[in-house]
């Protein structure tokens, strides 16, 4: 079946520095590619994605590139700030019958210090 | 900026009771979708609905759990019989439905079971 592998935290920057997490997936067809963050005590929220090959999304200066020949979608910002402390999931989607159910990574905890 | 409410935000019930967790999706959303995450673990889908139907279901979505719209805004999560291990953050999520659209998350309920 469908899944997302991403990478292990947790992950602790300093505040300015660059930030990457890895991303890769499994997928039958074409799949929608996510990231979402979730801040303490608060629920999912949709950072940025992707639909097709190629695309990159972007959002509050996180960035990520749908690369279908590396099955990857790694998040990038090139300054973290200690705003950005929260946990982030790589999540994919593929049409069944109509849903769109998000299969989701583990989750990488960052940390940004001052 | 319309958003997905849950109650309670923490039901804590004893083993083998019933539990009924209560969502209210964005208005003229047509899917909605549960999610739960064990402590630790990653998301994981439960159920997807549409058009008064559940459209898929994962293997975790067994016989003790439903799923209801009783009357046009709310969307409930129905544990017949709760077990230890159902102890998790439980999210509710819904989208308009077009192909790669933005799953909305509520805050979730963490149900602990005793």
């Known amino acids: 079946g469908d899944s997302v592998t991403q990478m292990e935290g947790p992950v602790t920057l300093s505040e300015e520095a660059f930030l990457t997490i890895n991303c890769t997936y499994t997928a039958t067809g074409y799949p929608s590619l996510f990231w979402y963050v979730q801040y303490p005590g608060e629920g999912l929220q949709l950072l940025l994605k992707a639909t097709k090959a190629d695309d990159k999304g972007s959002n509050k200066g996180f960035e990520a590139t749908y690369r279908k020949e590396t099955t990857s979608f790694h998040l990038e910002k090139g300054s973290v700030q200690v705003s950005d402390s929260a946990v982030y999931f790589c999540a994919l989607s593929g049409r069944r019958g109509g849903s769109e159910k998000l299969v989701f990574g583990k989750g990488t905890k960052l940390t940004v210090n001052p | 900026e319309p958003e997905v409410t849950q109650t309670p935000s923490h039901q804590v019930t004893q083993m083998g009771q019933e539990v009924i967790l209560r969502c209210v999706p964005i208005?003229?959303?047509?899917?909605f979708y549960w999610y739960r995450q064990i402590l630790g673990q990653k998301v994981e889908f439960l159920v997807s609905?549409?058009?008064?139907?559940?459209?898929?279901k994962s293997e975790i979505f067994d016989d003790q759990f439903s799923v209801e719209r009783p009357d046009g805004s709310n969307f409930t999560l129905k544990i017949r019989s709760t077990k230890l291990e159902d102890s998790a953050m439980y999210f509710c999520?819904?989208?308009?439905?077009?192909?790669?659209?933005?799953?909305?998350f509520g805050p979730g309920t963490r149900l602990t079971v005793l």
């Open positions: 999520a819904s989208s308009a439905g077009e192909r790669g659209n933005e799953q909305f």
């Open positions: 208005s003229n959303h047509l899917y």
């Open positions: 609905f549409y058009n008064n139907e559940i459209s898929e």
